[in-house]
């Protein structure tokens, strides 16, 4: 199989909470109103990427993966799933609030990885808030107690969130996204989710949507606010202003560019680009493949050296 960047169709998915923000400014479609989800880098049975361009067009990305081997997702991978999942999201109203659990406890309970994630804040509305961990001492009893009266929303950590931030957050860290803000959100390909509280809100269907408080409880970690301070800016190395964030589970690094910028898929991993702003063209050998704001390219582990050209683009840029 060969290797060349490769433009992806996201899987779109309609939410209760969604806007209408990635059909209006990043080049996305789908037959609904809500758009909160576009899946821009997925391979799941609940959604996958469809190949845009060249050899391989109309291919899904799983196929392709299949047929390639996983030397395309890097030298020595050998777990049976893809490893990140990669998505925008516009929340035009608040996100319920929710917790992850770690690889171990998702493995035994739930046949499926943990989730640590990462939050690249692409727009947020003046005073825009999200949920970043607890405030104060995190204790199951005070939890309980919370819970049974109703009272969740007392313990929660707010921050008030601006375009450019980055929040990492680890398995058993309690969190939210606020009303007006769209993230470009990486993580582990996982969608083991505890919901802890969703505000009493009805579901599509009119019922309040499922919560899972006693995995909740099982899963939060007490991470002081210090901690929860520390975590805002890293994963495990120290951030720069090109370095977001960098864990055992994915690297991931924003790249602003004006004129041109030369990037490496090595043999070690994959190199997902995902476009926040502005336009321009991926340069590989004798091709050139266009991009807009929204687009997100797939460049197989191997491919080597690959030049972003643009007068004005931002460019999310991961790898495992
Ligand atoms: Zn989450």
Same mark, same amino acid.
């Given at each position: 199989?060969?290797?060349?960047?490769?433009?992806?169709?996201?899987?779109? $998915?309609?939410?209760?909470?969604?806007?209408?923000?990635? $059909?209006?400014?990043?080049?996305?479609?789908?037959?609904?109103?809500?758009?909160?989800?576009?899946?821009?880098?997925?391979?799941?049975?609940?959604?996958?990427?469809?190949?845009?361009?060249?050899?391989?067009?109309?291919?899904?990305?799983?196929?392709? %993966?299949?047929?390639?081997?996983?030397? &395309?997702?890097?030298?020595?991978?050998?777990?049976?799933?893809?490893?990140?999942?990669?998505?925008?999201?516009?929340?035009?109203?608040?996100?319920?609030?929710? &917790?992850?659990?770690?690889?171990?406890?998702?493995?035994?309970?739930?046949?499926?990885?943990?989730?640590?994630?990462?939050?690249?804040?692409?727009?947020?509305?003046?005073?825009?808030?999200?949920?970043?961990?607890?405030?104060?001492?995190?204790?199951?009893?005070? #939890?309980? $107690?919370?819970?049974?009266?109703?009272?969740?929303?007392?313990?929660?950590?707010?921050?008030?969130?601006?375009?450019?931030?980055?929040?990492? %957050?680890?398995?058993?860290?309690?969190?939210?996204?606020?009303?007006?803000?769209? %993230?470009?959100?990486?993580?582990?390909?996982?969608?083991?989710?505890?919901?802890?509280?969703?505000?009493?809100?009805?579901?599509?269907?009119?019922?309040?949507?499922?919560?899972?408080?006693?995995?909740?409880?099982?899963?939060?970690?007490?991470?002081?606010?210090?901690?929860?301070?520390?975590?805002?800016?890293?994963?495990?190395?120290?951030?720069?202003?090109?370095?977001?964030?960098?864990?055992?589970? #994915?690297?991931?690094?924003?790249?602003?560019?004006?004129?041109?910028?030369?990037?490496?898929?090595?043999?070690?991993? #994959?190199?997902?680009?995902?476009?926040?702003?502005?336009?321009?063209?991926?340069?590989?050998?004798?091709?050139?493949?266009?991009?807009?704001?929204?687009?997100?390219?797939?460049?197989?582990?191997?491919?080597?050296? %690959?030049?972003?050209?643009?007068?004005?683009? &931002?460019?999310?840029?991961?790898?495992?």
């Amino acid at each position: 199989m060969n290797l060349y960047p490769m433009k992806l169709a996201p899987a779109v $998915k309609e939410i209760i909470w969604g806007g209408d923000k990635l $059909k209006a400014s990043y080049h996305k479609s789908a037959p609904f109103d809500k758009l909160a989800e576009s899946w821009e880098l997925t391979v799941r049975p609940d959604g996958m990427n469809v190949i845009e361009n060249g050899e391989y067009t109309g291919m899904t990305l799983g196929e392709y %993966i299949e047929k390639a081997g996983n030397a &395309v997702i890097g030298e020595g991978y050998d777990a049976d799933r893809f490893p990140l999942l990669i998505k925008f999201i516009d929340a035009r109203d608040r996100l319920s609030i929710q &917790v992850h659990p770690s690889d171990d406890y998702a493995l035994a309970n739930e046949n499926e990885f943990g989730k640590t994630e990462m939050w690249y804040i692409v727009e947020a509305d003046e005073g825009a808030e999200l949920v970043f961990g607890l405030s104060g001492d995190y204790t199951k009893e005070a #939890f309980d $107690k919370a819970i049974a009266e109703g009272t969740v929303e007392t313990l929660l950590h707010r921050v008030k969130v601006h375009a450019g931030e980055v929040y990492f %957050i680890p398995s058993g860290l309690v969190h939210a996204i606020g009303a007006g803000i769209l %993230i470009c959100e990486i993580q582990q390909n996982s969608n083991v989710t505890y919901r802890v509280y969703d505000y009493n809100r009805p579901g599509k269907d009119g019922k309040p949507r499922e919560l899972h408080v006693a995995k909740a409880r099982e899963v939060i970690v007490n991470h002081s606010p210090a901690d929860i301070e520390a975590l805002r800016f890293s994963g495990k190395a120290a951030r720069t202003p090109e370095l977001l964030a960098s864990c055992d589970k #994915f690297t991931v690094h924003k790249y602003d560019i004006a004129g041109e910028r030369s990037l490496t898929a090595s043999a070690d991993s #994959f190199l997902s680009l995902t476009f926040t702003d502005g336009e321009g063209e991926i340069h590989y050998g004798d091709e050139k493949y266009a991009f807009v704001k929204g687009d997100t390219y797939f460049i197989p582990a191997g491919c080597g050296k %690959i030049t972003v050209a643009s007068d004005n683009a &931002v460019c999310i840029a991961a790898q495992r």
